[in-house]
């Protein structure tokens, strides 16, 4: 085993992670001036905002890919493969790649 996992010298083992506070933080030259409320408020507007912009996007193509997956199984149910001329094997690769968003988004649900 130690020929397949080589010691790594250059690599060092963190025990916690560093939780950093506003005022570690460097600020650019245009926020220096706010306070810890404008800042917090500023930073509430922002995360609104792009809540706004970005969830909608978000939400039709996750209804998109569900769709998408429902029809990929009804099709296969009326001949998709024999029309393809493909395996199960490659059928399922196809399927394969509907459902990695939704694996990637139960991962960002946790975090």
């Known amino acids: 085993m130690d020929d397949i996992n080589?010691?790594?010298?250059?690599v060092k083992y963190v025990e916690s992670a560093i939780d950093l506070t506003l005022?570690?933080?460097?600020?650019?030259?245009?926020?220096?001036?706010?306070d810890r409320a404008a800042i917090h408020a500023l930073d509430k507007k922002v995360t609104k905002r792009l809540d706004m912009t970005l969830l909608p996007v978000v939400v039709l193509l996750f209804?998109?890919?569900?769709?998408?997956?429902?029809?990929?199984?009804?099709?296969?149910?009326?001949?998709?493969?024999?029309?393809?001329h493909i395996t199960n094997e490659q059928?399922?690769?196809?399927?394969?790649?509907?459902?990695?968003?939704?694996?990637?988004?139960?991962?960002?649900?946790r975090f």
């Open 6 to 10: 080589p010691a790594k010298d250059n």
């Open 91 to 109: 059928y399922n690769n196809c399927l394969m790649i509907f459902y990695v968003g939704c694996k990637h988004s139960i991962f960002i649900r």
């Open 63 to 84: 209804l998109l890919n569900i769709l998408d997956r429902n029809n990929i199984a009804n099709a296969k149910t009326v001949g998709l493969p024999k029309t393809l």
């Open 23 to 34: 005022q570690e933080l460097p600020l650019p030259e245009e926020l220096r001036h706010l």
